[in-house]
């Protein structure tokens, strides 16, 4: 049962370019959409969140997209930075709890 | 910056034993959780902890499994007879702050389990 998949296990890119990372979900009562980022053997730190009823978030070099009729979400970084290579996964809440997708893991090449 | 604590950072124990993992959430939150994510896994989600009772809880929560906060600070994820599969890393989260929001958790270190 895949409420939140993360299609992508993987992304390079290069330091300074964009870096999307993309979600999609199947349940429509998600009502908030975050994204967490994991450096290995640490917890998930969040990153930027999103309310069901936007569209987009902001917040300095971190962009969020929801196209809720696709039931997709993005992640948007610019410019990439190699600190920035990490797990990166999105999660949705459903009543009291976070629902994780898989992780995409982004490396950042200088 | 406000932290939430995790003890031991890895617990190796055999089949069969109790294990208490402990957890330190953030002094002023209000919501308590542990998740865990096995090896190549997703992070999964156990229990919700709200007013000193289990909110929520997976079916991975079977009666194996019990969660406590015995003082003020302190939140407990004990297995009573641990099987294999129950190795994993084990995340405690908490949430909701003075405006009683808990859509963002903010997670600890978490504890590497391994059942012998």
């Known amino acids: 049962d895949q409420q939140v998949k993360q299609n992508s296990p993987s992304l390079s890119v290069q330091e300074g370019r964009i870096s999307i990372l993309n979600c999609d979900y199947t349940?429509?009562?998600?009502?908030?959409f975050l994204w967490y980022k994991k450096y290995p053997a640490e917890g998930p730190t969040f990153l930027i969140s999103?309310?069901?009823?936007?569209d987009k978030n902001e917040d300095g070099r971190f962009t969020v997209f929801l196209n809720k009729s696709a039931k997709h979400l993005s992640l948007h970084i610019v410019p990439s930075q190699p600190g920035d290579s990490a797990v990166y996964f999105c999660?949705?809440?459903?009543?009291?709890?976070?629902?994780f997708g898989q992780g995409t893991e982004l490396s950042v090449k200088p | 910056e406000p932290e939430v604590t995790q003890t031991p950072s890895h617990q190796v124990t055999q089949m069969g034993q109790e294990v208490i993992l402990r957890c330190v959430p953030i002094?002023?939150?209000?919501?308590f959780y542990w998740y865990r994510q096995i090896l190549g896994q997703k992070v999964e989600f156990l229990v919700s902890?709200?007013?000193?009772?289990?909110?929520?809880k997976s079916e991975i929560f079977d009666d194996q499994f019990s969660v406590e906060r015995p003082d003020g600070s302190n939140f407990t994820l004990k297995i009573r007879s641990t099987k294999l599969e129950d190795s994993a890393m084990y995340f405690c989260?908490?949430?909701?702050?003075?405006?009683?929001?808990?859509?963002?958790?903010?997670f600890g270190s978490g504890t590497q389990l391994s059942v012998l």
């Open positions: 989260a908490s949430a909701g702050g003075p405006r009683l929001t808990n859509e963002k958790l903010f």
């Open positions: 999103i309310s069901s009823i936007k």
């Open positions: 902890f709200y007013n000193n009772e289990i909110s929520e």
């Open positions: 002094s002023n939150h209000l919501y």
């Open positions: 999660a949705a809440r459903q009543g009291g709890k976070l629902i």
């Open positions: 349940n429509s009562m998600f009502d908030y």
